[in-house]
């Protein structure tokens, strides 16, 4: 029997360059040829060559016998780390029978620069006098230093480190370096700037050599977010550290300065929402490269110091993640070619163009079409996503934009001639490269299109921050949107990298108050902070605000990462405090709010105060309220876990006086909440606001009002990501099947059944009664009502975490039978190991497989009628090897497991 330790992982990261935690955790994963299989202790090692590791010697840290039941994550505890060093390490562990297991294969870190001292360039570039309009944005500049090596000997070790405001690609020696686009990622430069690190030891030659970056404007310089040209900064800067190291040990550093060389060339004008324009006549050939001669270019210019953080990259790039091919190329008789990619994508085409010096080849996207069949653009609002090229004329040209990306499915090309076929056109998709960690198949054609869907919009929309949409002018981080959505994105990719990232950004854009705003990074600004010609001032809304203490609470759930609370503590504190001095009476009622947004109507129309909210039918104060005791809550409960104590006590008084307050002011004796919606019940129910004796009641009502109203959903974003599973939780899966199984809207099949690839924003975003509505605010790339994907993995997949043991270390598998489903095929790759389970319907017997991870645990739920025999591998389960515990109910077994591969069969 052989525990084994695998997936060595630092900060998030397999492998990284250049962070800059001073204590980097080291997390692995287990694996094990038997059940039962825990951890009750580590080792670590950490050593500053490969060599000396290997041979056990650990010249920087050797942590010692850890007592630990889990798999990291350990934080480092050696010496303080050394700027710009590479580590390597490697970890192992006993297994509960104290038996040793092997070495992991080695792991490694580099740091950043950890100083502001560290950094001896300048920052250089090229300011344009262009002032830049929608329709011609700036132009990229052209950057480039050359140099020599200098040391002795061949280089042993080159690192690059690049911070740039603005976007960039960069080269050494005519070889592109990185796969990622659009550098550095968003952040609120005001604040917070990411650099990114290259080992790129393999690229300079002994002798001549050069740099070369492209600098786009990206979200630093070019237009952002919906309130016009608020912009960062004017132009585009890098800069660049080129730390040598040679065979004889000598050293030598190659720094942007005012030595470099900029220019203007080729990508005439760039902006990542409204397009690229590329004369490819203008191209500088080799300009990358050693070679160049630069001699007419003119010096780059310095500009001032960033005054910001300077702290090295914490995710992985944006980056292109698959590719596409047409799914129908027509051309129209005026010669345009339309384009249909078949599926409503986020990145930008790479096409193979024809023709003469100077033709011109114009480009436009759009999600869908309108009733002519031509591309419908109504709803990009002042986003162009237009595309121009002007061909050089020396045979076959490639095409792909630099520092743009559309969100379309279809696209019109005009000016490429008459030979223009499918296989001259590929859609890139960019997205975050997150790994990929869950997928469900089901019985169901139309469930499983619903679950691609999903995972198509989550990928288009976790571009760097998690916006809320990809085409039209908006494009921002909305934290409301983002917490409904984490369960969902955290089953289907690896989510902790990109949220603890933007959890930062979430800090960074908190107001003197206290105040979270609504999206983050924050754009200060007049139509921002204080309303300007818009309705609502973007700040401390109910339910987007108080995402601030609800993603540190979900990532300590899913990842058990207890860092994140730690570091965001204060701030959350901080929330709390403002509200509580905004309301000292407890009922949230500040306006403007966002309340349910995009809600519906019920079809006898809300009682309760009028609510002149345009996208939501619970009533603000209800709602805020429930948002600020839910906060209170959690905030309690994260103090308690971080050995804050009299915080706890504190804030779960506060919780306590708020809930009492919310049930004194909304709700009746028998249990009716004022409002008396779906959104309203689900809250309550989902956040533990009501007594226990009208916990019913609740539950009732919410089926009272869904049969009402012909058994569709009238909730919003957030009362939907709370209705499907307090109906499950209540006893109701029927009811929950029902709601999702609803092929008529509103519902989630009906805009598959419309041919939707990704989540609507509206539920009747497009109708065949009125067709498209409200275009300016209409997208069909919107993640949010799409937060039922956790609903699916939790009950459909069968695979949901112990809130009470974070991490997916005890897992419960508790896969509901019902909706007209056959089977189910679920994975998870957890923080705890792949977790597996698998079940189908067949001659009346169930049939369930579930797989646990090493060093985790999990109670799995099967269902089963009354009396009716179950069987693990044939056997009784309370006999089984690695069974701990069996309870037995009316509808179900309950089987508490150890690690392993478990087969369950209940007739």
């Known amino acids: 029997m052989t525990l084994r330790v695998y997936g060595l992982r630092t900060e998030y990261l397999t492998d990284p360059v250049g962070i800059d935690a001073p204590r980097p955790r080291l997390g692995w994963l287990l694996g094990a040829d038997f059940r039962g299989a825990a951890q009750s202790a580590c080792r670590v090692l950490v050593a500053s060559a490969t060599e000396l590791l290997a041979e056990g010697k650990a010249d920087v840290w050797d ?19 050394l700027s710009g060093r590479r580590y390597v390490w490697k970890a192992m562990a006993w297994d509960g029978d104290g038996r040793e297991s092997p070495w992991s294969e080695p792991g490694s870190w ?82 917070r700037l990411h650099y990114q690190t290259f080992d790129v030891t393999g690229e300079v030659a002994e002798g001549d050599n050069a740099l070369a970056l492209l600098l786009g404007h990206g979200w630093y310089s070019g237009y952002i977010g919906m309130f016009g ?118 990145g930008r085409l790479r096409l193979t163009l024809r023709g003469a010096a100077g033709d011109v080849v114009t480009v436009r996207h759009g999600e869908m079409l309108d009733a002519a069949g031509e591309l419908y653009t109504d709803n990009l609002r002042l986003a162009r996503q237009i595309d121009v090229y002007t061909l050089k004329g020396d045979g076959p040209e490639t095409f792909e934009p630099h520092f743009t990306l559309h969100g379309f499915r279809y696209a019109e090309i005009a000016g490429c001639g008459d030979d223009f076929g499918a296989a001259d056109a590929a859609g890139v998709v960019y997205a975050t490269a997150l790994a990929k960690t869950g997928s469900l198949e089901t019985s169901d054609p139309l469930l499983n299109r619903l679950l691609r ?37 955290a089953y289907f990719a690896d989510a902790a990298p990109f949220f603890a990232k933007w959890m930062a950004d979430l800090a960074d854009a908190q107001r003197p108050t206290g105040a979270f705003t609504d999206f983050a990074p924050f754009i200060a600004g007049g139509k921002t902070e204080h309303g300007g010609d818009m309705t609502y001032d973007h700040t401390a809304s109910a339910g987007w605000g108080d995402a601030g203490v609800l993603i540190p609470w979900m990532m300590y759930r899913t990842y058990g990462d207890t860092a994140i609370i730690e570091a965001h503590f204060d701030a959350m504190a901080r929330w709390i405090g403002f509200l509580r001095d905004l309301r000292p009476g407890h009922l949230r009622e500040d306006l403007p709010q966002f309340g349910d ?52 006590e504190r804030y779960a008084r506060l ?46 009502r919410i089926l009272e009002l869904l049969e009402a109203n012909g058994w569709h959903m009238t909730t919003g974003i957030h009362g939907t990501k709370y209705l499907l599973a307090a109906l499950v939780e209540a006893g109701h899966e029927d009811a929950a099947f029902r709601l999702l199984n609803q092929r008529e809207y509103p519902s989630w099949f009906y805009s598959v059944l419309q041919g939707a690839t990704t989540i609507w924003e509206r539920w009747d975003g497009w109708t065949e009664e009125r067709g498209f509505q409200r275009p300016g605010m209409n997208s069909f790339n919107h993640y949010a009502l799409g937060a039922v994907g956790e609903w699916l993995f939790r009950f459909v997949g069968g695979i949901d975490l112990d809130p009470e043991r974070p991490g997916f270390r005890h897992i419960r598998i508790q896969p509901r039978i019902g909706g007209g489903l056959e089977h189910a095929d679920c994975r998870y790759d957890s923080a705890a190991g792949p977790i597996v389970c698998r079940w189908r319907t067949a001659a009346g017997r169930l049939e369930l497989d579930a797989e646990i991870p090493a060093g985790a645990t999990a109670e799995v739920r099967i269902p089963r009628r009354a009396g009716r025999r179950v069987t693990e591998s044939g056997a009784d389960p309370a006999r089984a090897d690695g069974v701990r515990a069996v309870v037995e109910t009316d509808a179900a077994l309950f089987v508490t497991v150890g690690s392993g591969s478990y087969r369950f069969v209940a007739e």
């Open 655 to 700: 919780f306590a006086e708020i809930k009492a307050a919310f049930n004194a002011a909304y709700v009746d004796a028998e249990g009716r909440i004022k409002g008396d919606t779906q959104a309203a019940y689900a809250l309550a129910l989902g956040m533990e606001l009501l007594p226990e004796p009208k916990r019913p009641y609740a539950v009732r």
């Open 597 to 648: 947004w995009l809600s519906l109507a019920e079809a006898r129309g809300p009682s309760g105060l009028p609510n002149t909210a345009p996208f939501s039918t619970t009533p603000y104060d209800v709602f805020g309220t429930a948002y600020y005791a839910h906060s209170a809550d959690l905030l309690s409960r994260m103090a308690a876990i971080i050995g804050r104590t009299a915080e706890a």
């Open 229 to 346: 040209y608020q912009r960062y900064g004017q132009d585009p800067r890098a800069l660049v550290q080129l730390n040598l190291e040679y065979e004889d040990g000598s050293r030598q550093s190659v720094v942007s300065g005012t030595d470099w060389k900029a220019s203007f060339g080729a990508l005439t004008a760039t902006d990542f929402q409204m397009g690229e324009t590329y004369d490819a006549r203008l191209e500088a050939a080799g300009w990358t490269g050693a070679g160049f001669d630069d001699a007419a270019w003119p010096a780059a210019q310095r500009f001032y110091d960033f005054k910001g953080r300077l702290r090295g990259a914490v995710m992985p790039p944006v980056s292109a993640v698959a590719e596409l091919a047409p799914a129908s190329v027509v051309r129209k008789p005026d010669g345009r070619y339309l384009l249909d990619m078949g599926q409503n994508m986020v």
């Open 453 to 489: 869907n999903i995972e198509w919009t989550q990928r288009g929309n976790f571009v760097s921050v998690p916006t809320d949409c990809p085409q039209r002018d908006e494009r921002l981080g909305w934290s409301g949107d983002a917490q409904v959505f984490f369960r969902t994105a």
């Open 63 to 81: 942590s010692g016998r850890l007592a630990s039941d889990r798999p990291g994550p350990v934080a480092y505890g050696g010496p303080p780390l």
């Open 110 to 191: 580099t740091m950043g620069l950890l100083s502001r001292a560290d950094w001896t360039g300048a920052w250089v570039g090229l300011k344009s006098a262009h002032k830049p309009t929608h329709a011609e944005p700036k132009p990229a500049a052209y950057v480039r230093g050359a140099f020599r090596t200098e040391g002795g000997g061949r280089v042993r070790r080159a690192v690059l480190h690049c911070a740039v405001l603005g976007a960039y690609e960069l080269h050494v020696n005519g070889r592109r370096i990185g796969e990622g686009t659009l550098l550095p990622d968003w952040t609120d430069y005001n604040v």
